[in-house]
């Protein structure tokens, strides 16, 4: 069993009922987990993406979720209409997944290193500056939960939640850590079976303190034959 089906749970335990959920480019935990909320948990929810498909009723797991061909017979909502929403505030739920997450909720997927003379040019952040303000539920998936990863300060500020109010999330490899706003704080709000608190611990560049209800996903026999049954080729394993 991959850690990423975790990830996957985690992230379908994120969505709530009657929420409009947009998928991004590349976002194979983020797509698996809202059609696992939808389809299997029985949320009344609808989904949208980079694929424009409005809501479709099944898809095939490509490398890229912006693949055309990855759903078929459904209506369409092209990509423009559905930043016209986020920008009306009716876009409850976008997922990202940048390479660098900081305690201020600003997001790296530029660069690592100076801007102008990178260790690494990453694939850039398409509308993450424009979105990220203006959803209200971001979550924030990255499967390689380090200190080089969740950051004191990101390297190159992409997006950033930080003058928002909207809930922010980050869903790992490790567990759930959410935004809360209030206390200017980050709790651990999940670990999984096989992770501990103190794994997130140690392996968040910033401050973290578990959460006084925290919770622990555990994966059953149902929950990963849907996975498997919606990733045949297990591409998800990729990421990794």
Same mark, same amino acid.
Request: hydrophobic fraction near 45%; aromatic fraction near 8%.
């Given at each position: 069993?991959?850690?990423?089906?975790?990830?996957?749970?985690?992230?379908? %335990?994120?969505?709530?009922?009657?929420?409009?959920?947009?998928?991004?480019?590349?976002?194979?935990?983020? %797509?698996?987990?809202? !059609?696992?909320? *939808?389809?299997?948990?029985? @949320?009344?929810?609808?989904?949208?993406?980079?694929?424009?498909?409005?809501?479709?009723?099944? $898809?095939?797991?490509? +490398?890229? /979720?912006?693949? +055309?061909?990855?759903?078929?017979? /459904?209506?369409? =909502?092209?990509?423009?209409?559905? !930043?016209?929403?986020?920008?009306?505030?009716?876009?409850?739920?976008?997922?990202?997944? +940048?390479?660098?997450?900081?305690?201020?909720?600003?997001?790296? %997927?530029?660069? =690592?290193?100076?801007?102008?003379?990178?260790? $690494?040019?990453?694939?850039?952040?398409?509308?993450?500056? !424009?979105?990220?303000?203006?959803?209200?539920?971001?979550?924030?998936?990255?499967? @390689?939960?380090?200190? *080089?990863?969740?950051?004191?300060?990101?390297?190159?500020? /992409?997006?950033?939640?930080?003058?928002?109010?909207?809930?922010?999330?980050?869903?790992?490899?490790?567990?759930?850590?959410?935004?809360? *706003?209030?206390?200017?704080?980050?709790? =651990?709000?999940?670990?999984?079976?096989?992770? /501990?608190?103190?794994?997130?611990? %140690?392996?968040?560049?910033?401050?973290?303190?578990?959460?006084?209800?925290?919770?622990?996903?555990?994966?059953?026999?149902?929950? @990963?034959?849907?996975?498997?049954?919606?990733? +045949?080729?297990?591409?998800?394993?990729?990421?990794?």
């Amino acid at each position: 069993m991959s850690q990423v089906d975790y990830v996957i749970k985690a992230i379908a %335990l994120q969505i709530e009922d009657n929420e409009l959920v947009y998928v991004g480019l590349n976002s194979i935990p983020a %797509l698996i987990g809202s !059609f696992m909320a *939808r389809d299997l948990y029985g @949320k009344k929810i609808k989904i949208i993406g980079v694929a424009e498909a409005d809501n479709p009723k099944s $898809v095939e797991v490509s +490398p890229s /979720t912006g693949n +055309p061909f990855m759903v078929s017979e /459904t209506p369409v =909502i092209i990509t423009a209409d559905a !930043f016209d929403l986020a920008q009306k505030g009716k876009l409850d739920v976008m997922f990202l997944g +940048p390479v660098q997450i900081d305690k201020e909720a600003n997001v790296n %997927l530029s660069v =690592i290193g100076d801007y102008y003379n990178p260790k $690494v040019r990453l694939t850039g952040g398409a509308a993450t500056a !424009f979105i990220l303000p203006l959803v209200k539920k971001a979550i924030l998936w990255n499967l @390689k939960h380090s200190k *080089r990863s969740l950051v004191e300060r990101v390297d190159f500020i /992409t997006g950033t939640a930080k003058y928002a109010k909207n809930n922010v999330i980050i869903v790992t490899n490790l567990g759930v850590i959410k935004l809360d *706003r209030e206390k200017q704080m980050w709790f =651990i709000d999940s670990i999984y079976e096989n992770t /501990t608190v103190d794994d997130i611990i %140690l392996n968040t560049g910033f401050k973290v303190v578990a959460s006084p209800n925290l919770k622990q996903i555990s994966l059953s026999s149902s929950e @990963k034959e849907f996975i498997r049954n919606m990733d +045949p080729h297990n591409l998800r394993d990729a990421l990794l």
